[in-house]
């Protein structure tokens, strides 16, 4: 319908209960449309543009239903649980009453992956009395697990609601107040390279010492490149025949014949990409081309991990190479890397991100920006500075021995990391025996 009047069309101005499960569509994808403009005029408090189009029709449904008594109930994706566009969706929850919420991971609809949760909320004073629970086998046993599993948990609006008891909670909160979130540090998290048009960018060995050969400036514009799935903790070694095309729009297509004649055998489609809004005069760059400036970061030391993934790594490049749009990289002009990558791959931060990043149903995490730029970082100071550089010492000293060997066991050298690690965040060993126990 192209309109809704609940007193038109069922004689009420509102309903005892809304149940439904609302379409998932990412805002973004109504970019530059009509569609984006009426759903701006509406001025829905949950907005945003990076967000999904269900957090609307919680709002929505909210408003049809009774004052004290009227029940909203929807199954959407558990998205808005964690990720930075839905602290507008939780802001409005906890102004009413969560009565009941269901996380349910994947596999519930035969026809889509995307994680779900369930949630029944009353429109009245929020009792902060809420029912929760994390179902881990949704299609058995349903009523018994939850039964089983479930825990009262005062939801608040901070930067997410995790179900877990009371001494984990407190646990997360400490190791979240004990350090500076790195969207606050000086640090540039950007996706992996999306090209747009693979079979141009992507080359292989030999076809990179041909354009060489045919124009030796090519060699400026190819780098070795990472897939996500091949990051390792600490140290990847590099595909020595994987290589990437980065054609920026700062520079000169004509400065670089071998590599233009190249990607004229694609113009077609590098022109027609849904993603391509710079103009006929740039075809030749990738989609999200790296500035200058940025590209110079790059070829810094930096960090490399892969956007989803069972495993949770962190693995330090300085190899001048890129990664694909698999992957997410860290770059910082004044945060140590080595450091950073020794915090981020430590037992207690992996306790932590397990807790604040959403799952992909028994399949792992997703590491994506929105969800990771939260992660508490011990800043270096005066009192701690033995235990950074000493942790900043014994990454050094994996990346070695993975160079040397990749298969090498470090094992020694990450607890001894784990152990500092402990001292930074001020864990006591109640605390630390928790974070052990959850490997």
Request: one cysteine or more; proline letters at 2%.
């Amino acid at each position: 319908a192209s309109f809704f009047d609940p007193d038109l069309m069922f004689g009420v101005d509102k309903f005892d209960v809304v149940i439904g499960n609302p379409p998932y569509v990412q805002i973004q994808k109504f970019a530059r449309t009509q569609m984006q403009k009426d759903l701006e005029r509406r001025n829905f408090k949950t907005f945003e543009n990076t967000g999904d189009i269900y957090l609307l029709f919680y709002e929505a449904g909210i408003n049809y239903v009774k004052k004290d008594t009227g029940l909203l109930c929807f199954i959407t994706s558990n998205k808005w649980m964690r990720s930075s566009y839905g602290k507008s969706l939780r802001n409005l929850f906890t102004q009413l009453n969560p009565l009941i919420l269901l996380d349910l991971g994947s596999n519930v609809f035969e026809s889509a992956t995307v994680d779900s949760n369930i949630l029944l909320i009353k429109n009245s004073k929020n009792f902060k009395k809420t029912l929760a629970v994390t179902l881990k086998n949704s299609k058995e046993d349903f009523i018994d697990e939850i039964y089983k599993n479930k825990t009262i948990i005062h939801f608040k609006d901070d930067n997410g609601w995790f179900i877990e008891n009371d001494t984990v909670t407190n646990l997360k909160n400490k190791i979240e107040n004990s350090g500076t979130s790195l969207k606050n540090l000086k640090v540039l998290i950007s996706k992996g390279l999306m090209t747009g048009c693979n079979e141009a960018f992507y080359i292989d060995k030999e076809l990179r010492a041909d354009l060489i050969q045919k124009d030796k400036n090519s060699k400026d514009l190819i780098f070795k490149n990472f897939r996500g799935r091949e990051i390792d903790k600490y140290y990847t070694e590099v595909n020595n025949n994987q290589y990437v095309i980065v054609s920026s729009n700062y520079i000169n297509i004509e400065d670089y014949p071998a590599i233009k004649k190249h990607l004229l055998q694609f113009e077609v489609k590098l022109k027609s990409r849904a993603q391509f809004v710079r103009g006929d005069h740039e075809w030749f760059t990738v989609d999200n081309c790296p500035s200058e400036e940025n590209l110079k970061k790059y070829k810094n030391t930096k960090i490399i991990y892969p956007n989803m993934t069972q495993n949770l790594c962190f693995s330090i490049d300085d190899s001048s190479s890129f990664s694909n749009d698999k992957t997410f990289t860290i770059v910082s002009e004044h945060e140590s890397i080595k450091y950073l990558c020794g915090i981020l791959n430590s037992t207690t931060m992996n306790f932590y991100l397990r807790l604040s990043l959403p799952k992909l149903g028994n399949k792992g995490y997703e590491v994506r920006k929105i969800f990771f730029e939260n992660t508490p970082i011990v800043v270096k100071t005066f009192e701690n500075k033995k235990y950074v550089e000493r942790v900043e010492k014994l990454v050094d000293k994996i990346i070695e021995a993975k160079k040397e060997n990749k298969d090498s066991d470090t094992k020694e050298l990450e607890k001894e990391i784990d152990t500092l690690v402990y001292e930074l965040y001020g864990l006591s060993e109640e605390e630390i025996k928790i974070i052990e126990e959850s490997k």
